[in-house]
């Protein structure tokens, strides 16, 4: 009788030797089999048998071989690097010509009809502060072709820049500021035996997009502090930019950022137009309901009853406020 011990052994053995013969072998691979039987006397130890591949096999890998590849290829690691950092250094200025250009902008929401010189003249030194210290590297840093490379880079910075730009020049001649203005004002922060920076038609037209927001928000100011006639000059300025937009942005191969920026620019217009009429409305009102005041105060002071009313000069509340609004909306919404 068998004992147990040895009956898992010899089980063993049987599927090792069912598993070699049943495998394929692959090509190129060698299949391992246990040596179990002793070296012979006087003959140096085996090495131990390792799987190797044909490739493997033929001899050492080509890049060996290859310095030329090697040195190639570290050529190009190193202009990747080189951009990647120019890339971050844009990145950086780009959000400090953003962070500048709004404090340009707040300053500029500060004016009004007493101090429109001071701050307006604050407001341009601030704007040449910003091209002479943070644009001016951007004009260091682009040089060539990276103005189209690494655009992403800083457009939103120069899209802000515009905004600032064209919003000054706005309040203080009442006219939108030109692409070629612009870049003529930048030229003198490049160097002549370069190629100089020059701000693209694309973030120029955005920049100018995103001045319909601040011109709406000048706007309602402006009609809190009672000056209407203002408030329609800014309304008619941005009618025209949008009237003018709309034809163009059908002709622009990347309009989808462009095309957000109208909606918001139609949204702004509406709310200027609606801040006119309904202070134009109130106006009308408050003019309406003291006229009517004095009147009852001197039917009251008259001695006697009151006299009827003809029908003819009877006038009721309801066909005065259909009178007003029809005389606003033909002011403002039809014109």
Same mark, same amino acid.
């Given at each position: 009788?068998?004992?147990?011990?040895?009956? &898992?052994?010899?089980? &063993? #053995?049987?599927?090792?030797?069912?598993? @070699? *013969?049943?495998?394929?072998?692959?090509?190129?691979?060698?299949? #391992?089999?246990?040596?179990?039987?002793? /070296?012979? $006397?006087?003959?140096?130890?085996?090495?131990?048998?390792?799987?190797?591949?044909?490739?493997?096999?033929?001899? /050492?890998?080509?890049?060996?071989?290859?310095?030329?590849?090697?040195?190639?290829? $570290?050529? &190009?690691?190193?202009?990747?690097?080189?951009?990647?950092?120019?890339?971050?250094?844009? !990145?950086?200025?780009?959000?400090?010509?953003? *962070?500048?250009?709004?404090?340009?902008?707040?300053?500029?929401?500060?004016?009004?009809?007493?101090?429109?010189?001071?701050?307006? =003249?604050?407001?341009?030194?601030?704007?040449?502060?910003?091209?002479?210290?943070?644009?001016?590297?951007?004009?260091?840093?682009?040089?060539?072709?990276?103005?189209?490379?690494?655009?992403?880079?800083?457009?939103?910075? !120069?899209?802000?820049?515009?905004?600032?730009?064209?919003?000054?020049?706005?309040?203080?001649?009442?006219?939108?500021?030109?692409?070629?203005?612009?870049?003529?004002? #930048?030229?003198?922060?490049?160097?002549? =035996?370069?190629?100089?920076?020059?701000?693209?038609?694309?973030?120029?037209?955005?920049?100018?997009?995103?001045? =319909?927001?601040?011109?709406?928000?000048?706007?309602?100011?402006?009609?809190?502090?009672?000056?209407?006639?203002?408030?329609?000059?800014?309304?008619?300025?941005?009618?025209?930019?949008?009237?003018?937009?709309?034809?163009?942005?059908?002709? *622009?191969?990347?309009? @989808?950022?462009?095309?957000?920026?109208?909606?918001?620019?139609?949204?702004?217009?509406?709310?200027?137009?609606?801040?006119?009429?309904?202070? *134009?409305?109130?106006?009308?009102?408050?003019?309406?309901? !003291?006229?009517?005041?004095?009147?009852?105060?001197?039917?009251?002071?008259? @001695?006697?009853?009151?006299?009827?009313?003809?029908?003819?000069?009877?006038?009721?509340?309801? @066909?005065?406020?259909?009178?007003? #609004?029809?005389?606003?909306?033909?002011?403002?919404?039809? &014109?």
């Amino acid at each position: 009788m068998v004992p147990l011990r040895g009956c &898992h052994r010899f089980a &063993h #053995l049987r599927l090792f030797s069912f598993l @070699s *013969m049943a495998a394929p072998q692959q090509p190129g691979k060698t299949l #391992l089999r246990p040596n179990t039987s002793p /070296p012979p $006397a006087g003959s140096a130890p085996k090495r131990s048998r390792t799987m190797a591949t044909d490739a493997a096999a033929a001899g /050492p890998p080509a890049s060996k071989g290859c310095p030329a590849m090697k040195a190639e290829f $570290a050529k &190009h690691a190193e202009y990747l690097n080189a951009l990647n950092d120019k890339r971050e250094r844009l !990145v950086k200025a780009s959000r400090d010509i953003t *962070m500048n250009s709004k404090k340009v902008i707040f300053q500029v929401h500060r004016i009004s009809k007493v101090n429109k010189e001071e701050v307006l =003249s604050k407001a341009e030194n601030d704007l040449a502060a910003v091209v002479n210290q943070y644009i001016g590297k951007l004009v260091k840093e682009l040089q060539g072709t990276d103005f189209w490379k690494l655009r992403r880079a800083y457009t939103f910075g !120069v899209q802000e820049y515009v905004e600032a730009a064209t919003l000054c020049r706005f309040c203080k001649t009442g006219t939108l500021l030109s692409l070629a203005e612009i870049n003529d004002s #930048l030229l003198a922060l490049s160097d002549k =035996s370069v190629e100089p920076l020059q701000i693209n038609v694309l973030d120029y037209l955005l920049g100018v997009a995103d001045l =319909s927001g601040e011109l709406m928000r000048l706007a309602i100011g402006r009609i809190s502090d009672g000056e209407v006639e203002y408030a329609k000059k800014i309304c008619a300025f941005v009618r025209d930019i949008y009237r003018e937009l709309t034809l163009v942005v059908p002709l *622009m191969d990347d309009n @989808s950022e462009m095309k957000k920026k109208m909606e918001v620019m139609l949204q702004s217009v509406v709310k200027i137009e609606n801040g006119i009429v309904f202070f *134009m409305l109130t106006i009308l009102i408050l003019q309406f309901l !003291v006229y009517k005041t004095i009147t009852l105060l001197n039917v009251d002071k008259t @001695s006697g009853p009151p006299q009827p009313e003809d029908e003819t000069t009877k006038i009721s509340l309801p @066909s005065v406020q259909l009178h007003i #609004l029809y005389i606003a909306f033909s002011l403002f919404i039809v &014109h």
